[in-house]
């Protein structure tokens, strides 16, 4: 999810401009943040129009391409800097990039109760029909005291204090996904809201107390768990083999398997080469994450389209080709539903495959030819279907 930072400062040292440089540093798994500075936007003045400017429209273009902004406010004589008021009077003149934008405010200030007479008052402002943000309301991060709450590498001291940041990022993020649902295309609203891709509830497998975005998840969730390893054996329904030898089975597939829970918890996956090398890339530290946190925020709709395709038995496998492998492969994704004695959900099993090899090998057995400009070797339901960028859109 791509956000801007906006510095509410045209100082030239700014606590804000430290805040917001943490958000993005320390918070870069959940979004991606570039912080933008005011400080050589100018007055504004309506009798001297500098709407087409170079950094208005940087801003403008900026605060356009964005899901959702960060505006960190100081606070003036109880009220936002004379800098920041301009920057929203440009962005309310003739340009409206603010308009229907999902904004989460924050502030820092020297005192004690951290600008919040200026986040009110800009909450106020950025409500004006002329610009029309979306301001996600409470989840206010007030720091005061801002001289002494950052450490030599910018860094906030206090535990809480970033835990609470972190918790108010998370709830901004759910924030700009309800607001994408409200404003979607009549007959996709009902899609996005079907899945919490954020897994912020609980099932019976669901290993509690642990941070699902740590990169260690799996070394904390085993010692939590307790769980076995090495050669220690695991009786199955139709075998009995080692850890290790499930391992090695698994890395054997001729495919690469990922499986989340029906939490939407990634859980699993079998492959050990670097992300780069795979027609699937997955990076270790992703394991236990959300869905939400391994996909990109634009392909929402179409993973949640998946999952309830799944979910409610209306399709028990899911096929789509992604041909950006070039013109060698024929990479196929497949959805699998993974279902317990009594049929009920409990996963999804995704397994990504080359299958031109196969292709080939049956042409060469059967002495058959692909005519007519090619034949779609998967289903032509599925192949029409992007799955994991746009499937809803056919609804």
């Not at 962005?91 to 308009?99: C, E, N, V, Y």
Request: hydrophobic share 40%; aromatic share 8%; glycine share 6%.
């Amino acid at each position: 999810m791509k956000l801007v930072g906006i510095v509410g400062s045209n100082a030239e040292f700014s606590y804000n401009r430290i805040l917001l440089n943490f958000i993005a540093k320390n918070f870069k798994k959940l979004v991606d943040v570039e912080v933008l500075d005011i400080k050589d936007v100018p007055m504004f003045n309506q009798s001297d129009d500098q709407t087409n400017s170079e950094v208005i429209q940087n801003l403008n273009n900026k605060i356009m391409q964005a899901d959702g902004v960060i505006i960190a406010t100081p606070e003036y004589n109880h009220s936002i800097p004379s800098a920041l008021q301009s920057v929203l009077e440009w962005l309310s003149f003739k340009i409206h990039p603010l308009d229907e934008k999902p904004v989460m405010i924050v502030g820092a200030s020297y005192d004690v109760q951290g600008s919040s007479r200026s986040q009110l008052h800009l909450r106020q402002i950025l409500d004006a029909p002329g610009v029309n943000a979306i301001v996600m309301p409470g989840n206010e991060f007030l720091l005061g005291e801002v001289y002494d709450a950052f450490d030599e590498d910018e860094n906030l001291k206090d535990a809480q204090t970033a835990q609470f940041l972190e918790t108010c990022i998370k709830k901004f993020i759910r924030f700009i996904n309800v607001v994408k649902v409200i404003h979607a295309p009549e007959g996709m609203q009902d899609v996005s809201d079907t899945e919490d891709l954020y897994a912020t509830g609980a099932i019976d497998t669901t290993v509690e107390g642990i941070d699902m975005s740590a990169d260690d998840w799996l070394e904390q969730a085993a010692d939590a768990t307790q769980a076995v390893e090495g050669n220690t054996y695991v009786k199955l329904n139709r075998g009995l083999l080692t850890v290790n030898q499930l391992n090695h089975f698994l890395n054997s597939m001729p495919a690469e398997l990922t499986y989340a829970d029906s939490n939407n918890q990634f859980l699993f996956y079998n492959h050990t080469m670097e992300k780069e090398d795979m027609l699937a890339g997955r990076r270790p530290e992703q394991v236990g994450s959300p869905l939400a946190e391994c996909h990109p925020e634009r392909v929402f709709s179409g993973v949640s389209w998946v999952i309830q395709q799944l979910r409610t038995g209306k399709q028990d496998v899911v096929r789509t080709q992604v041909p950006t492998h070039g013109p060698d492969k024929f990479v196929v994704h497949s959805y699998q539903a993974v279902r317990d004695d009594e049929d009920n959900y409990i996963g999804i099993n995704e397994y990504v495959q080359d299958i031109q090899p196969i292709i080939d090998w049956y042409l060469e057995q059967t002495g058959q030819q692909l005519t007519g400009g090619g034949v779609d070797a998967v289903s032509g339901a599925t192949s029409k279907v992007d799955t994991v960028a746009g499937a809803t859109v056919k609804s």
